[in-house]
């Protein structure tokens, strides 16, 4: 098969989304004949029919679902490109693209992003949430400029990547008023039989918190396991358990969500991550956080 024409594959775009050639015409502003031949040309060279004849009109064909969406994404991307062209307020806008693994607690990769808001030149931060592997296949494809993971990079992903030790803080935990009268004298004695919120499977903190618990020789009654760490937060504030969250980020903590702090540690730390392609940080956006992280991050 020879190479595509984006021509042609713009043609058949405009053909599938608007419904049929007479449309297509007046908005390419080409005779139907004319575009009715270049479809004929692209499936001449793709080597399938895309559409099935329905009296007058065209229907896509599985053929031609399957172009439409590759069609879409492209297309969709070069609008994308001009708008950012047309649209640049002050200059050229620094770009940052970044993936955050769902285990971050929120307050932590606000206070990690901050820093890069701070930069003297325009930038404009994209900020993606999701699962560590999902991100990492982004970053691959260059579609992220880093993940900030709690956690390097699983040796077992086939993903070429370096991973930035950011720091790493110890924990402290909370509870409201209420529990915190009967839980905070003899920390962490106190934790022994306490309700408290566990963060999910995903967390790198969740098998350093059971260790610590059994050097302690403590055993929580585990009253909820929480993958999203703002939502085991929402528990904690209605008074559900005890839970915990990086130091570095406890007086954010307590204000925001109106809790009492109960006891810390620094036995269990929490380390943070910048996952990139590169061996040496460049982009401006992560060398101001990597450079900030230092210090924020070492409670």
Not at 54 to 77: K, Q
Not at 84 to 100: E, I, K, T
Not at 119 to 140: F, Y
Request: neutral net charge; proline residues 5%; glycine residues 8%.
């Amino acid at each position: 098969m020879s190479g595509i024409n984006y021509k042609h594959l713009h043609y058949f775009w405009v053909v599938a989304k608007s419904g049929g050639i007479g449309r297509a015409s007046e908005r390419l502003h080409l005779t139907p004949q004319t575009i009715s031949g270049q479809i004929s040309q692209f499936e001449d060279v793709l080597g399938y029919k895309l559409f099935n004849r329905v009296g007058r009109r065209l229907e896509l064909n599985d053929a031609g679902r399957v172009v439409l969406g590759y069609a879409d994404e492209i297309f969709t991307l070069g609008e994308e490109l001009q708008e950012v062209l047309r649209f640049r307020p002050g200059g050229w806008p620094l770009q940052f693209r970044v993936g955050v693994a769902d285990a971050v607690p929120k307050a932590i990769a606000y206070l990690l992003l901050e820093p890069a808001m701070e930069l003297p030149e325009s930038l404009r931060i994209v900020c993606r949430e999701g699962k560590l592997t999902n991100l990492l296949a982004d970053l691959a494809v260059h579609r992220l400029d880093i993940v900030i993971a709690d956690s390097p990079m699983p040796a077992n992903i086939d993903v070429r990547g370096y991973n930035h030790l950011l720091g790493e803080c110890g924990m402290t935990f909370f509870a409201t008023d209420a529990l915190a009268k009967t839980y905070q004298k003899d920390f962490p004695k106190s934790l022994d039989a306490a309700p408290f919120l566990m963060p999910g499977e995903d967390a790198a903190v969740r098998p350093r918190l059971i260790r610590w618990f059994e050097k302690e020789k403590v055993r929580p009654r585990i009253v909820g396991e929480f993958d999203d760490g703002a939502l085991l937060q929402a528990f904690g504030e209605a008074g559900k358990g005890i839970f915990a969250a990086p130091s570095a980020v406890a007086e954010q903590i307590k204000k925001q969500y109106g809790v009492t702090e109960i006891g810390r540690t620094n036995a269990v730390s929490e380390q943070f991550y910048a996952i990139s392609v590169e061996r040496q940080l460049s982009h401006p956006a992560v060398v101001a956080i990597s450079s900030a992280a230092r210090e924020s991050l070492i409670r």
